[in-house]
């Protein structure tokens, strides 16, 4: 008998998310102690919203951009 794990789970969901057109990345890519500071998107691993990602896109449904 076979059974999924966390790490099954995440990637096919991962795996999903990039079917419809999300951008995924790896987590410590983006946060704080990255090798690219510049690539840093949040503070903490347990912030959830990417903050400047969902700034962004609430400019392009109030048309703002």
Do not use: Y
């Not at 789970?9 to 999300?22: H, K, R, S, Y």
């Not at 400047?52 to 400019?59: F, P, Y």
């Amino acid at each position: 008998m076979s059974f999924l794990d966390e790490d099954d789970i995440e990637l096919n969901a991962l795996d999903e998310f990039t079917a419809l057109g999300w951008d995924t990345r790896f987590g410590p890519d983006i946060s704080k102690g990255c090798a690219d500071d510049n690539q840093r998107e949040r503070d903490e691993f347990d912030q959830i919203f990417l903050e400047r990602r969902l700034r962004d896109l609430l400019k392009q449904v109030k048309g703002d951009e």
